[in-house]
């Protein structure tokens, strides 16, 4: 048995702890990060050839090559349904607000330097005052390729040209657009292999009794989980935005509800287990006598706890997932008895730590401590089981994002 001995940890330097925050990218991300890009290429080039193609044959007048269709469709399509229609609104509102623009000024002062200066200006402040966003530019360039050409034909054909750009990219966006809950999802389940993957290896250093030499590197992990919450975080973001308006998202069986709540669930514990990292580097800085992890039967006994944690979170990620009902019963039932053992040994645990009779009164505040975190983990994954049937989803056009929980001020000053 290897003796716990007593050890001066020399603290995390700064260069080191960016280091450890900055968690390397999983093969999923990558993988869905390739396939993103090539499915974006792929969808605005059809795009594009299909706007020059119907705009080719119509006689639009002051055009020999229809090449402002392809370019507005380009412009328009973008990565949620909700997003296309948005930008196609910006668009057309700021090419035709160009347009009426230049022919007014075409009339009154024709094409000088002044009337240039004037179209632009005038264009950016129109644009401006109307909220167009990225689209603001198309007012001032509109009216200038108009008023070189002071003729009515070279309006008509303009507006014509982003009329038929922007019917392409919206039928784009409704053909090719599909909701993106699966990378969510698997982000979710990624989320909690890291947070299962950390508890196991406390449970493995307090076995072994190496926590004094691995404490620090538990911690530098634990606060590594916030840059992984963030990449879920935003995962979800893109497939809350993905079901905006998408009639797809309608047909689903399920919502993102229930992985944002999941979500909020898993970043209470990623705190959590920080925390109770923290409460143990702290506990190596103390005499042997005044350190409860200094007994062996104490050491196995949380090492026991974790383990038992460590298997309820990944059974918690699949349960998240999961939308066949006999799979997620049979999921939610194993999540409950991974619970019942945790409490069991946690009860255990307990029992050690008040029957020790050479724990001092200066151990007791670190030992009812560590104790408050592993209720607090059991307590945040039982009470937030994510559900089988799916909630009534919101109103598409609506954020699918309830309001977060926020953990205690205290929890995050650690």
């Given amino acids: 048995?290897?003796?716990?001995?007593?050890?001066?940890?020399?603290?995390?330097?700064?260069?080191?702890?960016?280091?450890?925050?900055?968690a390397p990218e999983t093969l999923t991300l990558v993988r869905h990060r390739t396939q993103s890009t090539a499915e974006t290429i792929a969808r605005l080039s059809v795009t594009a050839v299909f706007a020059y193609l119907v705009a080719l044959p119509?006689?639009?007048?002051?055009?020999?090559?229809p090449i402002l269709a392809p370019l507005?469709?380009?412009?328009?399509?973008?990565?949620?349904?909700?997003?296309?229609l948005r930008s196609a609104v910006h668009r057309v509102a700021a090419v035709v607000t160009g347009v009426l623009l230049a022919i007014a000024l075409a009339d009154l002062a024709g094409f000088t330097w002044w009337s240039l200066g004037l179209t632009i200006a005038a264009g950016l402040a129109v644009g401006s005052a109307l909220h167009l966003g990225d689209a603001v530019l198309e007012v001032p360039v509109s009216a200038m390729l108009i008023l070189s050409n002071a003729t009515r034909a070279a309006a008509v054909?303009?507006?014509?040209?982003?009329?038929?750009?922007?019917?392409?990219?919206?039928?784009?966006?409704?053909?090719?657009?599909?909701?993106?809950?699966?990378?969510?999802?698997?982000?979710?389940e990624d989320l909690c292999r890291k947070l299962s993957g950390l508890l196991t290896a406390m449970a493995d250093g307090l076995a072994a009794g190496?926590?004094?030499?691995?404490?620090?590197?538990?911690?530098?992990?634990?606060?590594?989980?916030?840059?992984?919450?963030?990449?879920?975080?935003?995962?979800?973001?893109?497939?809350?935005?993905?079901?905006?308006?998408?009639?797809?998202g309608m047909r689903l069986p399920y919502s993102p509800i229930t992985l944002r709540q999941s979500l909020e669930t898993l970043e209470h514990e990623a705190i959590t287990v920080r925390v109770l990292?923290?409460?143990?580097?702290?506990?190596?800085?103390?005499?042997?006598?005044?350190?409860?992890?200094?007994?062996?039967?104490?050491?196995?006994?949380?090492?026991?706890?974790?383990?038992e944690l460590a298997t309820t979170v990944t059974t918690y990620g699949r349960l998240a997932t999961e939308h066949d009902a006999a799979a997620h019963d049979r999921?939610?039932?194993?999540?409950?008895?991974?619970?019942?053992?945790?409490?069991?040994?946690?009860?255990?645990?307990?029992?050690?730590?008040?029957?020790?009779?050479?724990?001092?009164?200066?151990?007791?505040?670190?030992?009812?401590?560590?104790?408050?975190?592993?209720?607090?983990?059991?307590?945040?994954?039982?009470?937030?089981?994510?559900?089988?049937?799916?909630?009534?989803?919101?109103?598409?056009?609506?954020?699918?994002?309830?309001?977060?929980?926020?953990?205690?001020?205290?929890?995050?000053?650690?």
């Fill in 331 to 414: 999921l939610e039932a194993e999540l409950e008895r991974h619970l019942a053992a945790a409490r069991d040994q946690q009860d255990r645990l307990g029992e050690l730590m008040r029957a020790d009779p050479a724990a001092g009164q200066a151990t007791w505040p670190l030992r009812g401590e560590l104790i408050s975190h592993l209720d607090r983990l059991r307590y945040e994954l039982g009470e937030s089981k994510p559900g089988r049937t799916s909630r009534r989803r919101r109103r598409s056009w609506r954020r699918l994002r309830p309001a977060r929980r926020r953990p205690p001020r205290r929890l995050l000053s650690r």
């Fill in 277 to 307: 990292a923290r409460s143990m580097a702290d506990s190596t800085r103390l005499p042997p006598k005044e350190n409860p992890l200094h007994d062996p039967e104490v050491r196995r006994g949380l090492a026991a706890v974790l383990r």
């Fill in 210 to 248: 190496s926590a004094l030499d691995a404490a620090g590197g538990w911690l530098a992990r634990a606060r590594s989980l916030s840059g992984e919450v963030r990449r879920v975080d935003d995962a979800l973001r893109e497939a809350e935005e993905s079901l905006r308006l998408n009639p797809r």
């Fill in 58 to 65: 119509l006689p639009l007048p002051g055009a020999a090559q």
């Fill in 72 to 84: 507005t469709a380009l412009l328009v399509v973008q990565v949620s349904l909700y997003q296309t």
């Fill in 1 to 22: 048995m290897p003796r716990f001995t007593h050890r001066k940890v020399i603290p995390i330097g700064a260069t080191a702890r960016v280091v450890a925050q900055r």
């Fill in 157 to 188: 054909g303009r507006i014509a040209e982003t009329a038929i750009g922007t019917a392409a990219g919206l039928i784009a966006g409704f053909v090719f657009t599909r909701p993106r809950l699966q990378p969510a999802e698997e982000a979710i």
